[in-house]
Nanobody, 114 residues
Framework: QVQLVESGGVLVQAGGSLRLSCAVPRSIGSFDVMRWHRQAPGKQRELVAAITRGGLTRYTDSVEGRFTITKDNAKNTVYLQMNSLKPEDTAVYYC????????WGQGTQVTVSS
């Protein structure tokens, strides 16, 4: 079992920035893709950003140009830099590691006030 641990979620004003971290208990190079998802109240969980083992990135349209996913292989940590935050970014953000299996964290709450 691989337990991912997210951190960094707080209450922030619209227009502000935030960086989420995801600590992975083993080499992130062992995973094909690392992803960030989010789930807002009453909505389905959605994919926000992804980064492959080779460093290719992908974003959902609503965060393109505002969010950046990166990883630090030496620290086994994945980050989500979020800029120009909007109230609609309010959600629980989950880290996800994908290989033959899917591993998830417990989530971290991000609240953006207007």
């Amino acid at each position: 079992q691989v337990q991912l641990v997210e951190s960094g979620g707080v209450l922030v004003q619209a227009g502000g920035s935030l960086r989420l971290s995801c600590a992975v208990p083993r080499s992130i190079g062992s995973f094909d893709v690392m992803r960030w998802h989010r789930q807002a109240p009453g909505k389905q969980r959605e994919l926000v950003a992804a980064i492959t083992r080779g460093g290719l990135t992908r974003y959902t349209d609503s965060v393109e140009g505002r969010f950046t996913i990166t990883k630090d292989n030496a620290k086994n940590t994945v980050y989500l830099q979020m800029n120009s935050l909007k109230p609609e970014d309010t959600a629980v953000y989950y880290c996800n590691a994908l290989t033959a299996l899917n591993y998830w964290g417990q989530g971290t709450q991000v609240t953006v006030s207007s």
